[in-house]
């Protein structure tokens, strides 16, 4: 029934031991080619040869994403059954969908299928072996099955023989659903069922969705193990000092932790146990639009052969890709394994975090670019989670908008915010940790009259406040938010770390200081539970 390709260093056997369940418990039967663990170079080729993309320059694929150029969190649902009803946080970010409407879209799409090729790979998700989840990644595409391969950690021989349960990702962006007969929202739907340890996307080519689904799992998996998942990224330092960057796409993660100072553990997504740190994942997803080769070098460079663009407009003579255009959308992406860049911690580990740096960029340009903070403020600011939702990140998303993410992270949040709010709040109480509020947004006023904060400005303060020189400063009280920002740090002009003093109209910092404080008590007004400590620690 199965032609199986010889492609890959595994035989048949052994591809059929790592892979958690049989095909045909899928309903994935009369399939053409099965291609199974094919390696980079491979699934370039096929990627070229179907003509799913385009090969750059500096030897990248290049492929573009259609109509979905971001993620599509309206078109997220959750199975509802016994394991997962309870413990869901439903609402606007975990829509949820009964246990026979996913049956009907699974056998859809597994009779589009029937009679198509399909790529396969085993990986694994959790650096750590203690909380290391085996994953098998079911593709329509071979170049999405060679995001999923740099971006997944590679399978090991532990993983044959794992009795912790695996995940499988069945990704088929040319089936389309249909809301009339499948009960979704779109011709687009990604679905997690937590029984079945199934993912299935549906009607978007945007690879990001993978990575994510897999995210939300582990934050549905790993707190039930005194884990916290984290939407960061993390490096340390030659001292062995670990430090954690939380914000949203596009706030700078994963430019702000790729410092050549210090090695680097991963660029997005992390857990944190008793123990120390340990990367989900095994490569980075970087924001390309306007990528500097001189202020981003270490990304720059990691953008080589293996490494997979998406939505980066090319020359069509030269194949040179034009990082400055957005026609496609903002959210311009490369997607590379993790040992392209320097200064890497390959094993992906690292211990207990001494400084926690929250990112957010404020397109109201009245945030202070940094602030230290109290226990109780860096749990206000983590459940807030604000910062500007920026072009492309989601779908419909055209210029930055306001928003608050609670814990940073609230699309891929299964659970209800409180519970990874406590956690983190026990570990930073435990280590003494240190936590800022980073502002990598606009000064000077708004987005449209003001400036971006200069990058090499922030760094200065991210050091600063890792290596705790930023401390030996005097800090004075925000008298809107309450935050305790520095008069001085090295390399950084002092004028810039009090935002009302970049501003040219003082009023109208006033107005929108206070526009903002209000959005942030509105939204902390669902928090319920929170103690009067955390409530208060917010705007006065």
């Not at 995001?147 to 088929?172: K, M, W, Y």
């Not at 000077?444 to 890792?466: D, F, L, Q």
């Amino acid at each position: 029934m199965f032609e199986y390709k010889k492609e890959g260093s595994l035989n048949k056997n052994m591809t059929m031991m790592m892979s958690r369940k049989a095909l045909e418990d899928y309903g994935l039967v009369n399939l053409r080619n099965i291609h199974w663990n094919l390696p980079p170079a491979v699934l370039v080729e096929h990627a070229l040869a179907r003509g799913e993309s385009k090969l750059a320059a500096n030897g990248a694929l290049t492929a573009t994403t259609g109509a979905h150029t971001g993620r599509s969190p309206k078109d997220k649902f959750i199975v509802s059954n016994d394991e997962s009803s309870a413990k869901i946080w439903w609402g606007d970010v975990n829509h949820p969908m009964s246990p026979e409407t996913f049956e009907g879209i699974r056998r859809s799409l597994a009779d589009y299928l029937q009679g198509r090729d399909v790529y396969i790979l085993d990986a694994a998700a959790g650096a750590d072996p203690r909380y290391r989840m085996p994953i098998q990644v079911i593709t329509e595409l071979a170049w999405h099955n060679l995001f999923a391969h740099q971006l997944f950690l590679r399978a090991n021989e532990s993983d044959q023989t794992s009795d912790r349960p695996g995940f499988t990702i069945l990704c088929v962006p040319h089936f389309r659903t249909n809301p009339r007969i499948h009960g979704t929202r779109s011709d687009a739907a990604i679905i997690i069922d937590f029984e079945e340890r199934l993912v299935l996307i549906a009607g978007t080519e945007y690879a990001g969705e993978m990575k994510k689904s897999i995210f939300t799992v582990l934050n549905f998996i790993l707190p039930q193990e005194d884990v916290l998942p984290m939407h960061c990224s993390a490096n340390v330092g030659l001292a062995g000092d670990v430090a954690l960057f939380f914000g949203l796409s596009g706030t700078g993660k994963t430019s702000l932790s790729a410092d050549p100072s210090r090695r680097l553990i991963g660029d997005d997504e992390h857990g944190w146990s008793g123990d120390g740190v340990f990367n989900f994942e095994g490569g980075c997803y970087a924001k390309c639009i306007n990528l500097s080769q001189k202020y981003e070098p270490q990304i720059w460079n990691a953008i080589r052969f293996g490494a997979v663009y998406e939505n980066v407009v090319l020359d069509e003579k030269t194949r040179q890709p034009d990082y400055a255009d957005d026609s496609l959308t903002e959210n311009t992406r490369a997607a590379y394994p993790i040992d392209y860049i320097d200064n890497v911690v390959i094993e992906g580990t690292g211990g207990l975090p001494q400084a926690v740096l929250f990112l957010s960029a404020d397109s109201f340009g009245v945030l202070p670019p940094i602030s230290k903070l109290t226990t109780e403020q860096a749990m206000y600011y983590f459940l807030s989670g604000y910062t500007s939702k920026l072009a492309g990140t989601e779908a419909g998303v055209t210029t930055p908008q306001a928003t608050f993410s609670a814990c940073f992270g609230a699309p891929f949040l299964p659970l209800r915010p409180g519970e990874y709010a406590n956690l983190l709040r026990e570990r930073i109480e435990k280590h003494q940790v240190r936590c800022y509020l980073i502002n990598t947004g606009w000064t000077g006023g708004p987005y449209g009259v003001g400036s971006r904060i200069n990058i090499n400005y922030t760094r200065s303060m991210v050091r600063a406040a890792i290596s705790g020189e930023i401390d030996k400063a005097e800090f004075v009280a925000d008298p809107i938010f309450g935050l305790r920002t520095p008069t001085f740090c090295p390399d950084v002009p002092s004028k810039l770390l009090n935002p009302r003093d970049t501003w040219e109209d003082k009023e109208a910092y006033d107005r929108q200081a206070s526009d903002l404080a209000a959005r942030f008590k509105q939204n902390f007004a669902q928090f319920t539970l929170v103690g009067e400590d955390v409530r208060g620690a917010g705007p006065r």
